[in-house]
């Protein structure tokens, strides 16, 4: 069966720029797999950032952005702030066999 | 705005049912899809299944044979049963609105409510 992968950690100096990638253990994420991203501080429910691969939800800074990079999707924050150290999980459309797939989340520490 | 709060037991036996509730206020249930997402402690997000207004449902392929996801539109609720439950179903349980198509997010979320088994 086919995972969704993401990095399990990334670090980031405040101000700066971080990419965040959700991969496939077999293939390549397209478009079709419409990515999403969640952002998941700890106690809170998940906050959803991105649908349909580049699609801000309502009240997102415009510093969070997404994409296709390569083979992967892609979380891009620019001008990271103290409070954007979270947990970030992807989600994929695996089809209507499988459903919604969350990768494994990355731990994005700002110091 | 749309508000979704989870309730049901904390605590469930090995081998029996999960039963929780997810009551959606703040909007109209009728016309959306509503999901059930869980979450082991320190581990990632797992989606369950998802249920439309209707009744019609879907279900993540892992789960199916031992879920079960209703609604009822008079009370603005909807629910989820996981049978046989073990060790392994021990999560924190959100339910969260969407995705009403395959590209749409979960627009909105509950807090979650923790579920352990043990006896």
């Known amino acids: 069966q086919t995972v969704v992968t993401q990095e399990p950690s990334f670090s980031v100096s405040p101000g700066g720029t971080v990419t965040l990638t959700c991969g496939l253990s077999?293939?390549?994420?397209?478009?079709?797999?419409?990515p999403s991203w969640y952002q998941q501080t700890p106690g809170q429910a998940p906050r959803t950032l991105i649908h349909?691969?580049?699609s801000r939800s309502s009240g997102v800074p415009d510093r969070f952005s997404g994409s296709i990079l390569g083979n992967k999707g892609a979380l891009t924050i620019t001008g990271a702030q103290a409070d954007d150290e979270s947990d970030y999980y992807c989600?994929?459309?695996?089809?209507?066999?499988?459903?919604?797939?969350f990768g494994g989340g990355t731990k994005l520490t700002v110091l | 705005q749309v508000q979704l709060q989870e309730s049901g037991p904390g605590l469930v036996k090995p081998s029996e049912t999960l039963s929780l509730t997810c009551t959606v206020s703040?909007?109209?249930?009728?016309?959306?899809?509503w999901s059930w997402i869980r979450q082991p402690a320190g581990k990632g997000l797992e989606w369950i299944g998802r249920i439309y207004s209707s009744g019609f449902t879907y279900y993540n392929p892992s789960l199916k044979s031992r879920v079960t996801m209703s609604v009822d539109t008079s009370q603005s609720q909807f629910s989820l049963k996981v049978t046989s439950v073990t060790a392994a179903d021990t999560a924190m349980y959100y339910c969260?609105?969407?995705?009403?198509?395959?590209?749409?997010?979960?627009?909105?979320w509950g807090q979650g409510t923790l579920v352990s088994v043990s006896s």
């Open positions: 077999s293939g390549s994420v397209s478009t079709s797999y419409y």
């Open positions: 969260a609105r969407g995705p009403f198509s395959t590209w749409d997010p979960f627009d909105y």
């Open positions: 989600m994929l459309y695996m089809g209507s066999g499988f459903g919604w797939v």
């Open positions: 703040g909007g109209s249930i009728s016309g959306y899809y």
């Open positions: 349909s691969t580049n």
